[in-house]
């Protein structure tokens, strides 16, 4: 699944980076979790890493029961870093905000796409 951080305003663009930091540190430490890629979505825009408007990681489930805790670090990153938007795009091209889903709704859907996709 590939984690998409968008930050909401133009003033916000550090936080994005500190968030996708946070989160990359998070996700990394799980057993389970293998990070495949790392980067930025340009979008038209030009500059360095702080200058983009979306930054987004390739995240690999190696084991089904990691889902919840990827829902944690997520949720944490979101509370922590209230400048920006976390979403999940599956490789079916399905998309999920996680701004104001519960843990029992996200755990829902990770886990159909998790069983179908593998990942």
Known sequence: ????????????????????????????????????????????????????NTYQVVVRLLEFGVLSAVYTAIKDCINIYRGISITLKFPDGSEMNMQNLSKREAYKIMKKHVEKDGQ
């Open 1 to 52: 699944m590939v984690i998409k951080v968008d930050r909401l305003t133009e003033a916000d663009s550090e936080e994005a980076a500190k968030a996708l930091a946070y989160l990359l540190d998070s996700i990394s430490s799980l057993n389970g979790t293998q990070i495949e890629q790392k980067g930025q979505i340009e979008e038209g825009k030009r500059g360095g890493f702080l200058d983009t």
